[in-house]
């Protein structure tokens, strides 16, 4: 075969009964040991062509043939395919081989650390895609609303509900066989920690998850449901991960937390491939930030690669702007304040390295900053145009077009990536009564009536004719200060929107001129 030229025909053979996958041609065997992939994920007695496995879409494009590796042959079920490569050259394939990250007998993931290429992010797509869902970017109600093209990227469908499985997936399996033989070990109760309680188990990995005392139930509950060993230790965050620390050194378990390794950081990239994929002539592409941007790096990697074009923007809270004080100081911050904080969860945490740092300062066009009650408004927008559950940490991006932050997406077609949908339920109660009330939806108002036969009907005729639902409605004699035999009526009703909120609060100060309406 000349030099510079691929064979037309590679015979590629996948040994499902151990963790390599051969590549073979005429001339030429290359060895590369690579971690068990779809043999605990994919169905068997499927049929095989194309190199598409069942029903997964994606194809296997040149680039990504790096990561086919060779191994001796080992009995066990082996099925075969063939494939054509066109118009590609060996020096490709080698430069490819060359960008995977080789596994090492690391305790950490510090040694990962560098800025990733577009190469490592297809080869964490091929590698996770039969491990994680490719969820849908589907065109939105609310494009009208807003006046754009709106298209949501709906990570929350994900097994956890969470983005981080694809990070988490590509990190488990880039880890040494001796190290997955012995286990890791997380110290916290995120979204992180459930994608490697979940992850791990589905790779027979054993996996410990130590948590604070003061976790919610729920959240233990999932992640042992998940098949992690869940062990309660400290009543501070710092207690538990001190523990889980003494533990890995103690018995060889690999401590995992959330880092920006390339590893990891080309697993949430994968995110903006699919994008890129989905909805063609993209403008815009809106991500959540914070401290913990990885996903908003590693997309913007991919999607900079394919369309240096389109503008990437990310999308913290007001009250933590770790991200855009740490790009302004030009090394990660740390905000005291933001630990912690139930609602808005990874959103809230710190700046956890300077290669996301590093990728975010050299290729995001924009961060913008937003208020609690926009994100809070956000979550009711999508609960109620897209039966979307979600939180903080998944909302945030839309509510950067919810408060009007970006005027000149006006008329542009823009994604925006709903990462997580993980709210505990006495939050989704509380979160979504007060987005009612900033809505302008619920209000409340007080007023005195006489205390005689007819004249509480009568108030109730008038919200009837006005069409406000009543949620609650109180009475109070004993403490009233005005004159006597009145009661004092206070009343919370649901309105249809702000404009129809102002025609009842008019309609009853003409009826009884001393109403007090609460304010927010």
């Known amino acids: 075969m000349a030099t510079g030229t691929v064979s037309p025909l590679l015979s590629l053979r996948l040994i499902r009964d151990t963790s390599c996958i051969i590549c073979r041609d005429d001339n030429k065997i290359k060895k590369q040991h690579i971690p068990a992939l779809c043999d605990l994920r994919c169905c068997k007695n499927v049929p095989v062509r194309n190199g598409l496995i069942g029903q997964k879409p994606p194809s296997i494009n040149p680039e990504r043939l790096k990561d086919f590796g060779e191994e001796d042959y080992l009995n066990g079920d082996v099925k075969t395919w063939e494939m054509k490569i066109v118009s590609r050259n060996e020096e490709l394939l080698r430069d490819a081989l060359s960008s995977i990250p080789q596994a090492s007998s690391r305790t950490s993931l510090a040694s990962c650390n560098k800025l990733i290429r577009f190469e490592d992010i297809s080869a964490a797509a091929f590698k996770i895609q039969c491990g994680v869902q490719k969820t849908p970017c589907m065109y939105s109600r609310l494009s009208k609303q807003y006046g754009m093209d709106i298209y949501l990227k709906k990570e929350f469908l994900q097994y956890t509900g969470s983005v981080k499985e694809r990070g988490v997936l590509y990190l488990l399996m880039s880890l040494p066989q001796d190290q997955q033989r012995k286990g890791v070990i997380v110290a916290s109760d995120s979204n992180f920690s459930m994608a490697v309680a979940y992850h791990a188990s589905e790779l027979r990995i054993p996996v410990f998850v130590i948590v604070s005392t003061s976790t919610a139930p729920a959240r233990v509950k999932m992640c042992r449901d998940y098949g992690a060993m ?261 009343c919370t009703v649901e309105t249809r929107d702000k404009i129809h909120t102002a025609q009842l609060r008019n309609v009853l100060l003409e009826r009884y001129p001393r109403t007090v309406w609460t304010e927010r």
């Open 230 to 490: 869940v062990i309660s230790y400290g009543t501070t965050a710092k207690d538990s991960q001190v523990h889980a620390r003494r533990l890995a050194q103690e018995n060889g378990y690999l401590y995992l937390e959330e880092e920006d390794s390339a590893v990891y950081l080309s697993g949430l990239g994968t995110v903006g491939l699919e994008m890129y994929e989905q909805v063609p002539k993209l403008d815009a592409v809106i991500f959540p930030a914070g401290g913990h941007c990885g996903l908003l790096a590693g997309s913007a990697a991919a999607l900079k690669h394919l369309n240096p074009h389109i503008s990437i923007i990310g999308v913290e809270s007001e009250s933590f702007p770790v991200l855009q004080q740490s790009l302004k100081a030009g090394h990660p911050t740390e905000d005291q304040a933001c630990n912690n904080h139930h609602f808005y969860g990874d959103v809230s945490g710190v700046c956890f390295g300077s290669n996301s740092l590093q990728l975010t300062g050299k290729l995001v066009d924009k961060v913008v900053a937003v208020r609690e009650e926009d994100i809070l408004i956000s979550m009711l927008r999508l609960l109620e145009y897209e039966r979307a559950t979600v939180d903080a940490e998944g909302a945030i991006g839309l509510a950067a077009l919810v408060a009007g932050k970006l005027p000149e997406l006006k008329g542009k077609r823009v994604a925006v990536v709903i990462c997580s949908g993980n709210l505990e339920l006495h939050l989704l109660q509380q979160c979504i009564a007060h987005a009612l009330t900033l809505d302008n939806r619920v209000c409340r108002f007080s007023l005195v009536i006489s205390d005689c036969p007819g004249d509480m009907s009568k108030l109730l005729e008038i919200l009837a004719r006005e069409e406000a639902r009543v949620l609650d409605i109180k009475q109070e004699r004993t403490f009233v200060t005005s004159e006597l035999f009145t009661v004092e009526v206070i």
